[in-house]
């Protein structure tokens, strides 16, 4: 693939659902251009869409109207080469850790030699810090190690890009904040595309490079993006020490109790923030002003 | 006088040989009317440490203290509230607000024990749901029925193990507000124990962590010095907040580090890519044996002459 392509393009991402009091838009005219090695997080309320967008990424849904290209080509319906994981990890009850991971990697590998496969299951389970407990089974392990295996059988993949969809919302705080370095340390090995749906403000400044708000649904639409400028890998005691941390926080926790409801395609007012306005400029996208 | 005090409390549980450790040398103290909250890891003995002070629990080695008396069994001068709400199902919100007033004030008059209930059902602003059972009731209701229930038989000190970590994050903001909002009107002593460090911070007076080591210790106290009542929006943007915020949260992921077993195993990430699947029935498999590899990339086709 070209360096300069992006790896996943959204361009005018429409989803709307029929009702009998005539069609319901959800998500309005969504764009964004994730580049290949990027880490990006949509915030929002809950039920203002980001599932939804998630989930027409992961083929899960289908689009309304809109294109969206993953590597280069056209993708349409659910494949390997993009790895979801979900709230709640989904592991199949009567398999081991390990061969709930083996599931997808006997799949996708399946012309490499057992043995490799295996080896493959056992690196990834390692690096979740699950080394002991990968030949047990779901029962025996708490919800967080439950959500470790998900995310090692996700990365095990190798996937041309990676979902998350609130990955840890099920989590306690603490335990939360483990996960998601063992999710960096995974990252920090295999930089692998990422659009990771949260609430959490916190955790999207810790993992995102871009974090891209929408406002709240019905027609929920982009409402400002705010780039990360922390450098890797990061080190969250060194990032809440920061003073900047606490002026991204703000940014988007203001965004969430007083702005969200702001539409920008219907604000004739409506200032994009640079980081916005640059993500507008790469759509080639003149912004979208009320005339329009 | 403190009113509870945890004096080099220790406890462990197993027979010996396989026994594990779970509190050592726990000092505490709480002044009447204090809004104490304790923060730690799930597992790293946070309800172990309430169940001393609830009489639930006795420590293997030191005392815990009620206004100087050794605590021994549990009783109606501490309330108790569960994570599980732990409601009579057969009973509606009325019956079992009674059933704790009608044990603790039995020298009252039934009309003198009925208006105590329909008051504390009243504080948790339950009145239109008085005659409703369990069941009926959502999750932040049943657990404002526990809380007017426990404070309801007037206790010295409210102890709230976990009390909202069942709860959607919506309902969990409501209840922390509601239950701070009674707190300032009665002045009970609370003893709050939680996962979530900004729920700490948010409703108390003193925050202590309790720190992940194996066994588990008590850390440096912190006190919050913010006005009440508190704007959850609000103080998002004040600078105290900010500074505990950060403090507490590193006090306790640096802890947990330092307990993390350091060893080292090799491992190797081996070299293989995945296939495309969405192709399988093309000719991509026909001109190799083996999986394609990261470090066939690197690899050039050179024409050579024969």
């Given at each position: 693939m070209s360096a300069h392509l992006p790896m996943l393009e959204l361009d005018r991402l429409w989803k709307t659902y029929d009702t009998p009091k005539g069609p319901a838009t959800i998500v309005k005219n969504f764009n964004l251009k994730l580049k290949e090695g990027e880490f990006a997080t949509l915030i929002g309320h809950s039920g203002c869409g980001k599932s939804t967008v998630l989930m027409m990424v992961a083929g899960l849904?289908?689009?309304?109207?809109?294109?969206?290209?993953?590597?280069?080509?056209?993708?349409?319906?659910?494949?390997?080469?993009?790895?979801?994981?979900?709230?709640?990890?989904?592991?199949?009850?009567?398999?081991?850790?390990?061969?709930?991971?083996?599931?997808?990697?006997?799949?996708?590998?399946?012309?490499?030699?057992?043995?490799?496969?295996?080896?493959?299951?056992?690196?990834?389970?390692?690096?979740?810090?699950?080394?002991?407990?990968?030949?047990?089974?779901p029962g025996e392990l708490s919800q967080g190690m439950r959500q470790r295996v998900g995310i090692?059988?996700?990365?095990?993949?190798?996937?041309?890009?990676?979902?998350?969809?609130?990955?840890?919302?099920?989590?306690?705080?603490?335990?939360?904040?483990?996960?998601?370095?063992?999710?960096?340390?995974?990252?920090?090995?295999?930089?692998?595309?990422?659009?990771?749906?949260?609430?959490?403000?916190?955790?999207?400044?810790?993992?995102?490079?871009?974090?891209?708000?929408?406002?709240?649904?019905?027609?929920?639409?982009?409402?400002?993006i705010l780039k990360i400028p922390f450098e890797r890998p990061r080190n969250r005691k060194q990032i809440m020490e920061d003073p900047r941390y606490y002026e991204l926080r703000e940014h988007l926790i203001s965004f969430l109790n007083d702005k969200s409801h702001i539409r920008p395609s219907r604000e004739p007012a409506f200032k994009p923030s640079p980081d916005m306005a640059a993500e507008l400029a790469a759509h080639a996208f003149p912004f979208p002003t009320a005339a329009a | 006088m403190p009113l509870i005090e945890i004096?080099?409390?220790s406890k462990g549980f197993g027979p010996p040989g396989n026994r594990t450790e779970v509190l050592k040398n726990i000092n505490l103290s709480v002044e009447e009317g204090e809004f104490v909250v304790i923060v730690g890891y799930s597992g790293s003995g946070k309800s172990t440490l309430i169940n001393l002070i609830s009489g639930l629990v006795k420590p293997d080695t030191g005392e815990a203290l009620i206004e100087g008396k050794k605590i021994t069994e549990p009783g109606p001068d501490r309330g108790l509230v569960f994570q599980n709400y732990s409601l009579l199902p057969w009973l509606?919100?009325?019956?079992?607000?009674?059933?704790?007033?009608?044990?603790?004030?039995k020298d009252?008059?039934?009309?003198?024990?009925?208006?105590?209930?329909?008051?504390?059902?009243?504080?948790?602003?339950?009145?239109?749901?008085?005659?409703?059972?369990?069941?009926?009731?959502?999750?932040?209701?049943?657990q404002r029925v526990s809380v007017a229930r426990t404070l309801a038989m007037q206790p010295k000190v409210l102890l709230m193990d976990e009390p909202l970590s069942a709860l959607d994050a919506l309902t969990r903001a409501q209840l922390q507000d509601e239950i701070a909002d009674i707190w300032l009107n009665n002045k009970t002593t609370v003893i709050w124990i939680t996962n979530d460090p900004d729920e700490a911070i948010l409703v108390a007076d003193k925050v202590i962590p309790l720190l992940p080591t194996s066994p588990a210790t008590l850390g440096e106290p912190m006190i919050v010095n913010i006005e009440r009542p508190r704007d959850r929006k609000a103080i998002n943007h004040d600078d105290r907040f900010k500074k505990l915020r950060t403090q507490?949260?590193?006090?306790?992921?640096?802890?947990?580090?330092?307990?993390?077993?350091?060893?080292?195993?090799?491992?190797?990430?081996?070299?293989?890519?995945?296939?495309?699947?969405?192709?399988?029935?093309?000719?991509?498999?026909?001109?190799?044996?083996?999986?394609?590899?990261?470090?066939?990339?690197?690899?050039?086709?050179?024409?050579?002459?024969a």
């Open positions: 849904s289908d689009l309304s109207q809109g294109n969206m290209i993953l590597a280069g080509r056209e993708a349409s319906g659910p494949g390997p080469d993009r790895g979801i994981v979900f709230q709640s990890p989904c592991l199949l009850p009567w398999m081991t850790a390990f061969e709930n991971v083996m599931l997808g990697v006997n799949q996708v590998y399946f012309t490499a030699s057992k043995a490799e496969r295996r080896q493959m299951a056992e690196y990834y389970l390692t690096i979740v810090g699950l080394g002991d407990a990968m030949h047990k089974h090692a059988r996700a990365f095990a993949l190798q996937p041309k890009m990676l979902l998350l969809d609130e990955p840890f919302g099920m989590l306690d705080s603490l335990t939360r904040y483990e996960l998601q370095e063992v999710l960096l340390e995974l990252w920090r090995r295999n930089r692998i595309t990422t659009l990771m749906v949260t609430h959490d403000v916190d955790e999207a400044i810790f993992l995102s490079d871009r974090v891209v708000m929408m406002t709240d649904g019905p027609e929920a639409e982009v409402g400002d | 004096k080099g409390a509606n919100v009325e019956e079992n607000i009674a059933l704790a007033v009608d044990e603790v004030f009252w008059t039934p009309e003198q024990r009925k208006a105590h209930v329909a008051k504390y059902i009243a504080m948790v602003k339950l009145t239109p749901a008085a005659h409703k059972l369990p069941k009926e009731l959502s999750g932040g209701m049943r507490l949260i590193t006090t306790l992921l640096d802890a947990k580090g330092r307990t993390k077993v350091k060893a080292s195993v090799k491992i190797a990430l081996p070299d293989i890519l995945p296939e495309d699947l969405s192709y399988v029935n093309s000719l991509q498999f026909m001109n190799r044996t083996g999986p394609k590899r990261r470090s066939d990339k690197n690899r050039e086709d050179v024409e050579v002459a």
